[in-house]
T-cell receptor, first 113, second 113 residues
Framework: NAGVTQTPKFQVLKTGQSMTLQCAQD?????MYWYRQDPGMGLRLIYY???????DKGEVPNGYNVSRLNKREFSLRLESAAPSQTSVYFC????????????FGSGTRLTVV | GENVEQHPSTLSVQEGDSAVIKCTYS??????FPWYKQELGKGPQLIID?????GEKKDQRIAVTLNKTAKHFSLHITETQPEDSAVYFC????????????FGSGTQLTVLP
């Protein structure tokens, strides 16, 4: 029972490089989310996907793109990484049609130098 | 949009004492309030939640209270143990179709032996 799986766990990028963070869930959840976590700022929503085939911007979408590949997978892409994108990124999933907590992955620690 | 404020940002207690973390929210339509615990190097994990039609909920040593009139809710941990040391986040659901959680900025709880 894996829950939410994120890859990679750690990544170092040079400014301007691109990369994709992968997320997959095996709980048959409809909704998926990408958050970033910075010291003293809690968790801020980057993008979310309420259901397969839809994506929407969250609080801090600039510099990111997402793809909801299928019901299980939701990826986050940095096209041209900047030092300001150094952060810990968390993927989460939840049921759509009833109040419920989110299930989080273990995170990707990204450093942009 | 929803705004969630959490305090204190750090809290140290002696083992066996109680700990209280408080949050306020701005959107009176919010109706679901979860609390998450994040241990070092891991993703947040749901520990307790409360819905707007309930004033208090308990689960062993953990309790959450909700005051809808004042728009604040609190986490209470009794008989604290060293393993309670972690970062705790409150959150509130922004009313809307995607049920996006808005998080507080977190409280670092340290239980001193």
């Amino acid at each position: 029972n894996a829950g939410v799986t994120q890859t990679p766990k750690f990544q170092v990028l040079k400014t301007g490089q691109s990369m994709t963070l992968q997320c997959a869930q095996d709980m048959n959840h409809n909704s998926m989310y990408w958050y970033r976590q910075d010291p003293g700022m809690g968790l801020r929503l980057i993008y979310y996907s309420a259901s397969e085939g839809t994506t929407d911007k969250g609080e801090v979408p600039n510099g990111y793109n997402v793809s909801r590949l299928n019901k299980r997978e939701f990826s986050l892409r940095l096209e041209s990484a900047a030092p300001s994108q150094t952060s810990v990124y968390f993927c989460a999933s939840s049921e759509y049609d009833r109040e419920n907590g989110y299930t989080f992955g273990s995170g990707t620690r990204l450093t942009v130098v | 949009g929803e705004n969630v404020e959490q305090h204190p940002s750090t809290l140290s207690v002696q083992e066996g004492d109680s700990a209280v973390i408080k949050c306020t929210y701005s959107d009176s339509a919010s109706n679901y309030f979860p609390w998450y615990k994040q241990e070092l190097g891991k993703g947040p994990q749901l520990i307790i939640d409360i819905r707007s039609n309930v004033g208090e909920k308990k689960d062993q040593r953990i309790a959450v209270t909700l005051n809808k009139t004042a728009k604040h809710f609190s986490l209470h941990i009794t008989e604290t143990q060293p393993e309670d040391s972690a970062v705790y986040f409150c959150a509130a659901i922004l009313s809307g179709s995607a049920r996006q959680l808005t998080f507080g900025s977190g409280t670092q709880l340290t239980v001193l032996p």
